[in-house]
Nanobody, 123 residues
């Protein structure tokens, strides 16, 4: 069964940093497009960052300059480095993967998902 496993969430103060990890379970992420998404209570799931199979990246405007998505093929893991975190970044973060995605930050275009990891930014 193909699924993704996220880790690295937690509680952090405003201005702090966290690094989220996404690994494949039952398959390798090599050749897959991977996206990071987040969902806050009462809000729709939002695309945050995307990395293509050729390492092209894209970010939602609110993440530009603060978040960095990267891929380590040796560890078969995709990371989301989040710096200068703000309370509005508080959400459950999910990674998703697919072979082809028409719209990089559209969650409806991804077939494979993880269970999510909670990120809370609070003083």
């Amino acid at each position: 069964q193909m699924r993704l496993v996220e880790s690295g969430g937690g509680l952090v103060q405003p201005g702090g940093s966290l690094t989220l990890s996404c690994a494949g379970s039952g398959f390798t992420l090599d050749g897959y497009i991977v996206g990071w998404f987040r969902q806050a209570p009462g809000k729709e799931r939002e695309g945050v960052a995307y990395i293509s199979d050729t390492d092209e990246t894209q970010y939602v405007d609110s993440a530009k300059g603060r978040f960095t998505i990267s891929r380590d093929n040796a560890k078969d893991t995709v990371y989301l480095q989040m710096d200068d975190l703000k309370p509005e970044d508080t959400a459950t973060y999910y990674c998703a993967a697919d072979i082809y995605v028409p719209n990089a930050l559209n969650p409806d275009d991804y077939d494979y998902w993880g269970q999510g990891t909670q990120v809370t930014v609070s003083s």
